[in-house]
């Protein structure tokens, strides 16, 4: 599975939009992009996913440069229920492994 | 979505004793599985593959005799933390690939602590 780099940690105020990006220069060719969220104690949760260009949901939007060595995390409006960490995979759709990076630990500030 | 579910939510165990945690897909079969162990400040560590009617398939430094896993039906995937010692003490989560394939759907984890 292609490495990816995350900011460690993100500070922001609520009710701004919050932009979360990660590297993954290796990305290969059937790579998919996906988001998760997670919460203390408890299991991640799926965000979006997305290949190319950008791809919106109630939730967030994901945005994928032509060369799809980046992507970035949208997150509109957020609010302090939206603290938590962040992972960002990179693998093949039905991928064999869902393996994690460090993720970046989102602290929203009233 | 698609739900997997995760027993028990937390569980303490003395020194020396077994202990197994369920995953179960509640509205999907999962022919996948996975399981990861995740220690506070700490990203997941995925520890094995489970695939239903095979042998699980064990991540470099996981020991498969104390991590026993057990894929026996399509909704069902255990694991069976042996012998635990302290040092066993962690998070544990469990995911199963959704039935598109497309991503993985993830229990809400087990807490076991072992005294």
């Known amino acids: 599975l292609a490495k990816t780099t995350q900011p460690i940690s993100m500070d922001s105020y609520e009710g701004q939009e919050v932009n979360i990006t990660c590297s993954h220069n290796?990305?290969?060719?059937?790579?998919?992009i996906t988001w998760y969220q997670q919460f203390p104690s408890q299991g991640p949760r799926f965000i979006i996913q997305g290949y190319k260009t950008k791809v919106t949901n109630e939730v967030a939007s994901l945005f994928i440069p032509a060369d799809r060595k980046s992507s970035t995390l949208s997150l509109p409006r957020v609010s302090l229920s939206d603290t938590a960490v962040y992972y960002c995979?990179?693998?093949?759709?039905?991928?064999?492994?869902?393996?994690f990076g460090t993720g970046t630990k989102l602290q929203v500030i009233p | 979505g698609a739900v997997v579910s995760q027993h028990p939510s937390w569980v303490i165990c003395k020194s020396g004793t077994s202990v197994k945690i369920e995953c179960r897909s509640l509205d999907f079969q999962a022919t996948t599985m996975f399981w990861y162990r995740q220690f506070p400040k700490q990203s997941l560590m995925l520890m094995a593959t489970s695939n239903e009617g095979s042998k699980a398939t064990y991540e470099q430094g996981v020991e498969k005799d104390k991590f026993l896993i057990n894929h026996a039906s399509l909704t069902l995937s255990t694991l069976t933390v042996t012998s635990a010692h302290p040092e066993d003490s962690s998070f544990y989560i469990c995911s199963a690939r959704g039935p598109l394939g497309t991503e993985a759907f993830f229990g809400q984890g087990t807490r076991l602590t072992v005294v």
């Open positions: 290796n990305i290969a060719t059937n790579d998919y």
């Open positions: 995979l990179v693998g093949a759709r039905g991928y064999q492994k869902v393996t």
